[in-house]
């Protein structure tokens, strides 16, 4: 299991003859069972490639702790040996053939499997003895996933590693991951900006604002805990202060004469009895997709919504 | 060595090597080069000694920047995200990262300068037998090649701890291609050289040279390279390990410490406005994008050195003006005084040796450059005597006085011929009216414990009237011979 | 067949245990017939293997399924409990609407009217075949 325990990573910089200190991660807890695959959500600059690469080992946290099976992950080899980070940027394995990736990966990993390897390059039709920096950008993504996942390690980290690849060869990437975790019961973290591909590649999310986590935990819960309502007033419109006095928490609002839509936060039951309390001549609830749930907790936050000025 | 760098089955040298694969084929090219030029660069065609010394520093040039060129790219995870990726993400501890990439280092350009010059000497050595004259000279290029070394041994360490301390490129250029060059280079060799120097009290007993220097100075420097390297972050990557308030407060220390080795002469201003504007122009490249804000904290530190610097210098101006000037002049003109004197020796060295650092002296550094570029191109001569007995005090006096005769004559200077005498018999250099003379005097005096061996060498380019000087001196009753040029 | 709508309203590993009970009712899988393994059908839609896992463990603890180690997943003897996906719910609403005072017949109606609806639309499917 990976452990991340109340890790902060700071920037520290100087301005003028202040010393600045600017947080990518803040206080980050939670964890990665094993076998589980979890999607890295977040808005954009919220630490998703800073965590990954803290759990990675490349970052040392300033305070808090990453631990694979109880083990600290920061320059120690026999932690590393058990967690790989494919990186977004992969230019430094373009130097190589596909052929020399094998024997680079080979170096490096005991458990690195040749057979998997191949398996995989041909799969995806990759040329063999080409430089690397000549195939297409999604080309060279896929040589650096299947790097990856040719080391056979027991928690695999992948950062953006879809990006760049059409929807043919998505699914062809998921598939070898879903392989390798059925076959040797690999873990594996994945970042994306692909809400519907995280819910469906992935059991358990990790959703991060400014550094700091918003939601974590099993994809299932967490979609089930956002409900959209929409109402029909009676004798008056319902107003966001109305729903929140029943109890309910609003994330977003739009209210057009008599009828109002809202997204708040609860389970059906939790919504089901604070609207209850409402006057409301018709009320109809229904849960959100993952998009949306990531959406209008941002919103909440403040994050997302365009100024219209009202 | 691999085995003991070898960790979980991870062949951390291996996977260095393969990572780098053009570089080191670019480099052993570079470095045959290197050794072709410097084979080259001494020796005869039919029968006439050739001497180019031109191609000996491209040789260096080559072979240094291709090694700096190397070790910056072997060392990429300091300043590029990718690399650091990539290597950080394999199971091996930042110590075993730092020895594995100094071992390739090693192998990739050390060992690879050794083995090539190695060859390419034999095949001359060979090409000489088959000859059966002297087409190159073998000695020399030995010497010339270990001088390499030294010099390639020196830029990769000071690249490696730049490149662990800053990893910005900007920094690893100036440092590594400033003080990699021959100028700067010399500069530290030079100061290094004092240093070991004054620890092993040197009097011509132990022979120091550039490569014995480096390899003293490296494993120190390497050591607190890798004491940095492993402290690094990925998030130090591209930047600074420490606060930019400490590498403001080290260069500040560096700045001053070159300005307090100059002494205190005409040039002296020029020398501290060059450092000065140096210095704000290596900032700015530095710290481009944030230099303007940080303007005000910049220019409070140059004005302390400044100042540190101004109160030192005067200090010292102050403390020696006029105290040995005119006095050592005079005894060094007198050829009595420093016959009849039983101590004279020890005293007429002692008070030369401190004239010869005088404020009056040009540049210490830019003159030892010049020697130092000059004593690869003139040639060196040992002057003994007939029967090839090293002088004694007396023939030594009879020497002074044919120098004294043959300056006079030639209209040198007569205010400057103390000056050549030490510079002469202590080492100091100096440019007199384009004319300079080199030779180099071993002497011998006193006995047991007060025995005091000397070789001074002075390097001086006389041009076409060394054959006349060297004839005086053989019309003495010396013997002359041309030796091969080492160096203090 | 088992369609699954990523943002839909429904759990996915519900969607994949309606699916399969959908084809049981309708006769498409009888008992002892082979189901693909988790992880097979996890890549023929493109979809979490743990979440086809969770879908089968409910399958298998509601009886609907049974597996044997080395062979795969088979339909069991369920004696109608598939049904029981869809009836559930049904059960639960009737409920709901019995105790906010709809009458039985009300309730009945509904259940004639769309039953003859779905006929009317085999047979017009039919005819333009």
Request: charged share 25%; glycine share 8%.
């Amino acid at each position: 299991m990976i452990e991340v325990n109340g890790v902060t990573v700071a920037y520290t910089s100087l301005r003028g003859l202040r010393v600045v200190q600017n947080k990518a991660l803040d206080d980050v807890t939670f964890s990665v069972p094993e076998g589980s695959v979890c999607g890295l959500l977040g808005t954009n600059g919220a630490g998703k490639s800073t965590l990954m690469r803290t759990m990675g080992g490349i970052f040392r946290p300033d305070s808090g702790s990453v631990s694979i099976d109880g083990r600290d992950v920061w320059d120690n080899a026999e932690a590393k040996n058990d967690i790989f980070y494919v990186g977004d940027e992969i230019s430094w394995y373009e130097r190589f053939t596909v052929e020399e990736l094998k024997a680079y990966g080979r170096n490096f990993r005991a458990s690195f499997s040749d057979e998997a390897f191949d398996r995989m390059i041909n799969a995806l039709e990759l040329p063999k003895n080409q430089k690397i920096s000549r195939l297409s950008k999604g080309m060279r993504r896929q040589a650096a996933t299947i790097l990856g996942v040719a080391c056979r390690t027991k928690y695999l980290l992948l950062d953006e590693s879809f990006d760049g690849l059409d929807p043919a060869m998505r699914r062809v990437v998921r598939e070898m991951l879903i392989d390798e975790m059925c076959d040797n019961g690999a873990s594996v973290v994945l970042s994306s900006h692909n809400v519907t591909e995280i819910s469906e590649a992935c059991d358990r999310m990790l959703l991060l604002h400014a550094g700091k986590v918003v939601e974590s935990g099993e994809i299932d819960e967490i979609r089930y805990k956002y409900r959209r309502v929409q109402l029909v007033g009676g004798e008056e419109n319902v107003t966001r202060e109305m729903l929140a006095k029943a109890g309910l928490t609003v994330l977003d609002f739009a209210g057009t004469g008599s009828i109002a839509q809202a997204i708040v936060s609860g389970t059906e039951e939790e919504v089901k009895a604070g609207i209850a309390k409402l006057p409301v001549s018709l009320a109809e609830t229904a849960p959100l997709s993952l998009e949306e749930v990531f959406i209008y907790v941002m919103r909440g936050k403040g994050y997302g919504k365009i100024n219209t000025g009202k | 060595m691999e085995k003991s760098i070898r960790e979980n089955d991870v062949h951390p040298l291996r996977y260095e090597l393969q990572a780098h694969k053009t570089s080191t084929i670019l480099v052993l090219v570079a470095i045959a080069v290197a050794a072709f030029l410097n084979v080259g660069s001494r020796g005869a065609v039919n029968g006439d000694p050739t001497d180019t010394p031109v191609f000996y520093l491209f040789a260096i040039a080559i072979a240094v920047i291709s090694g700096i060129i190397l070790t910056r790219e072997t060392f990429a995870d300091t300043y590029q995200v990718t690399a650091r990726d990539a290597q950080y993400a394999i199971p091996v501890n930042a110590r075993t990262r730092y020895f594995a990439k100094l071992a390739s280092i090693l192998l990739r350009h050390i060992a690879a300068i050794i083995l090539v010059n190695a060859v390419f000497i034999g095949v001359c050595a060979v090409l000489n037998v088959c000859a059966g004259t002297e087409i190159v000279d073998i000695k020399y290029s030995v010497i010339q090649a270990s001088d390499i070394l030294g010099f390639c041994l020196g830029a990769d360490c000071l690249t490696v701890i730049t490149m662990a301390c800053t990893g910005t490129v900007a920094a690893q250029v100036i440092f590594g291609f400033g003080i990699g060059s021959v100028a700067g280079f010399y500069w530290i060799y030079a100061v290094a050289l004092e240093f070991v120097d004054s620890l092993f009290g040197f009097e011509g007993a132990f022979e120091c040279n550039g490569l014995i220097v480096w390899c003293v100075i490296a494993p120190l420097i390497l050591t607190i390279a890798g004491g940095v390297y492993i402290r690094r972050d990925g998030r130090h990557t591209g930047k600074f390990i420490a606060g930019r308030a400490a590498w403001e407060v080290l260069t500040a220390c560096v700045i001053l410490f070159m300005e307090l080795s100059f002494t205190l002469s005409e040039y002296t201003w020029l020398v501290m406005i060059s450092l000065l504007v140096g210095f704000f122009a290596v900032h700015y490249l530095l710290f481009r994008e944030k230099a303007r804000k940080e303007l005000p904290f910049a220019i409070a530190v140059y004005i302390t050195i400044t100042l540190l610097f101004l109160a030192f210098a005067l200090f010292r101006y102050a403390s020696t003006r006029g105290k040995f000037y005119s006095k050592d002049r005079n005894a060094l003109e007198s050829g009595e005084y420093w016959i009849d004197n039983e101590d004279w020796n020890n005293e007429w060295w002692r008070n030369a040796r401190r004239y010869a650092n005088e404020p009056d002296c040009e540049l210490m550094i830019g003159s030892r450059i010049l020697s130092w570029i000059d004593s690869r191109s003139s040639d060196e001569y040992h002057i003994t005597n007939a029967d090839g007995s090293l002088l004694n005090e007396e023939q030594y006096a009879k020497l002074v006085g044919v120098l004294r005769d043959f300056c006079e004559n030639n209209e040198i200077r007569k205010d400057s011929f103390g000056d050549v005498l030490a510079f002469i018999f202590c080492g100091a250099d100096s440019n007199y009216e384009g004319i300079e003379l080199g030779f180099q005097v071993t002497a011998s005096f006193g006995e047991g414990r007060n025995a005091h061996r000397e070789r001074c060498t002075g390097y001086i380019l006389y041009e076409d009237r060394v054959p006349d000087f060297l004839k005086k001196i053989e019309d003495a009753g010396f013997v002359v011979q041309r030796a091969i040029n080492t160096r203090r | 067949m088992i369609v699954i709508d990523v943002s839909g309203r429904i759990p996915i590993f519900e969607q994949i245990c309606r699916g399969i009970c959908g084809d049981i009712a309708k006769g498409i899988l009888k008992p002892h017939d082979r189901i693909p393994a988790a992880r097979v059908l996890a890549k023929e839609l493109g979809i979490n293997p743990n979440t086809v896992a969770k879908a089968y463990t409910e399958l298998e603890r509601d009886g609907i399924i049974y597996s044997r180690v080395g062979k795969g997943s088979f339909i069991a003897e369920h004696g109608n409990k598939a049904d029981r996906r869809f009836t559930g719910e049904f059960e639960q609403k009737t409920r709901e609407a019995m105790q906010a005072g709809v009458p039985k017949e009300a309730l009945a109606e509904i259940l004639e009217r769309v039953y003859a609806e779905t006929a009317q639309d085999k047979k017009g499917d039919e005819r333009n075949d």
